[in-house]
């Protein structure tokens, strides 16, 4: 064993650092991708059974135990139907709209820390470079729905560019009392900055902004009761109509795997990330303090995970105008005046949030 | 006065929250959901299904060949030729029920004067041939032979109301 063991160290040594550095960035990226590709894919399984039950039915428990492997089985059926590129359709637009989709949501998590040092690139502008790179989701759609050549895609396509880039305005002014009121943009330092007991995470000082913050996700991530991108009963898929097989899964993949970005970022930006909820309070922090940190993020990850579900099976879907009227009369103007609450608490140094 | 109310309640999402205490509490109920193959919902005793043809419990069968079915049936489903049998009785040669045709009204159980068409309960029937849907006399008499008792104990149950 050991031997094996200075084999392998040898062969590593003997690679040249370029080829180290590569390889690390590798083992990295696999690490966090394949990881959530699962969660997207069991994400969509608790949708169905989540969804199902406030139905007051079941959903899927046919294949495997719990109905477990549904998820594999649609991921193959998708993986072997043919893909369909309609006539007159850009192909190099058509096939560049799912990567450009799916690319930014991924590429945001290497920013995002599971655990003090648990992060890919430990960036001193994280949060901004999380803002950057998801606003890029916006060319997939707009590419994808140009590129399909239908009207019900384009449409589709319309209706969500102006809705993610209104909301964009408004999750910002939300970002940016957040990170006011934690002094830096460094997720790390933000998650720090909530230290101490449940009491200090943000979500309290910040409750208005919290619940405008995580309304405009969902209406970002073009969801339920937000999803007139997709509006099934109006316009058929939206933007994804012409896609099938595994194009039409990447679009899938990318909005949950979006969906999930939303909810840790949540839980980090609120809820104190992998910061444990005993903390501060006698007797309860020394039973819990065995529990390592990123057990505590992915629990509030499956709370807001939840939310989005919850959010699905109960609202029905926005009209369009009241979308606008609600981003840009409602939201904007109570982010910024909460802005300057927080702004004028954190120069008079309030405790214990903001001193 | 009455619109700073409005606005404050909209913006405490009352409603909302109302609306997401209604789904979270269907969400802890008890579901309805039947597991099809291994469980089914419970069924009428007047349920009409397959039709069967019943014989009398010394084996001879019901029908006299009056041909009231054949009359009543507003498809058109039924079909029946008759002969004098050896001794004598009038019998049917011929007795059969397109089912592709039949609305499965009932009429002709409420017309036979013998009882002998019924409509039984058994529905898991179908047809992987253009005629396989087609029942004849002797199609009908097995499975009458091999639900009798369940049909005996079905109009048995509902004779009050005959």
């Known amino acids: ?355 | 006065m009455n619109t700073a109310v409005r606005y404050l309640r909209s913006l405490l999402l009352l409603e909302l929250l109302a609306g997401l205490a209604l789904t979270l509490k269907h969400f802890f109920r008890p579901k309805v959901t039947v597991q099809f193959p291994e469980e089914q919902t419970p069924m009428s005793n007047r349920f009409r299904g397959l039709h069967a043809l019943r014989r009398y419990p010394n084996g001879e069968e019901r029908c006299i060949a009056c041909k009231l079915c054949e009359a009543v049936c507003p498809a058109l489903a039924i079909t029946i030729d008759s002969e004098e049998r050896e001794d004598g009785t009038r019998r049917t040669t011929k007795y059969d029920v397109d089912l592709s045709k039949c609305i499965y009204c009932g009429f002709c159980e409420e017309a036979c004067p013998v009882d002998s068409i019924v409509l039984t309960r058994h529905i898991h029937y179908h047809a992987e041939e253009r005629n396989g849907l087609h029942y004849d006399k002797q199609m009908l008499l097995d499975h009458g032979d091999a639900l009798e008792t369940q049909i005996a104990a079905d109009r048995e149950q509902d004779s009050a109301f005959r």
């Open chain 1, 1 to 355: 064993m050991d031997s094996l063991i200075e084999i392998f160290l040898g062969m590593w040594q003997w690679l040249p650092v370029a080829a180290q550095t590569v390889l690390v960035i590798l083992a990295q990226i696999i690490a966090i991708t394949i990881p959530l590709m699962l969660g997207v894919a069991y994400f969509t399984y608790a949708e169905r059974r989540v969804i199902g039950s406030m139905q007051v039915r079941i959903g899927p428990n046919r294949v495997g135990y719990f109905g477990l492997l549904q998820p594999i089985a649609d991921g193959v059926k998708l993986f072997f139907k043919e893909i369909v590129v309609p006539v007159k359709a850009n192909p190099l637009l058509f096939y560049l709209a799912p990567v450009l989709t799916i690319a930014p949501a991924l590429a945001a998590w290497a920013v995002v820390p599971f655990q003090p040092g648990w992060v890919v690139a430990d960036i001193n502008l994280g949060l901004l470079y999380v803002l950057a790179i998801t606003s890029m989701g916006v060319y997939g759609v707009i590419i994808a729905g140009w590129a399909s050549n239908s009207r019900y895609a384009f449409l589709g396509a319309m209706r969500s560019a102006a809705q993610i880039i209104s909301y964009e305005i408004a999750m910002g002014f939300a970002l940016i009392s957040v990170l006011v009121a934690a002094g830096s943009i460094n997720l790390t330092d933000i998650v720090m900055a909530q230290q101490g007991s449940a009491a200090h995470w943000f979500v309290l000082p910040l409750l208005p902004i919290f619940v405008v913050y995580f309304i405009s996700a969902v209406a970002e991530t073009n969801r339920a009761p937000f999803d007139v991108a997709e509006g099934e009963s109006e316009i058929v898929a939206g933007f994804h109509v012409e896609y099938s097989g595994m194009t039409f899964a990447v679009f899938f993949l990318a909005e949950y795997a979006n969906m999930i970005l939303i909810c840790t970022l949540t839980s980090l930006l609120f809820l104190g990330g992998w910061l444990s909820p005993f903390e501060g309070i006698p007797g309860l922090e020394a039973l819990f303090s065995w529990v390592p940190g990123i057990v505590w993020l992915f629990t509030k990850i499956l709370m807001m995970g939840f939310m989005y579900l919850w959010f699905r099976a109960t609202f029905p879907r926005y009209r369009y105008d009241q979308i606008m009227r609600l981003g840009w009369k409602v939201f904007i103007p109570i982010t910024i005046v909460w802005l300057v609450l927080v702004a004028a608490a954190v120069v008079a140094e309030l405790p214990w949030w903001f001193d």
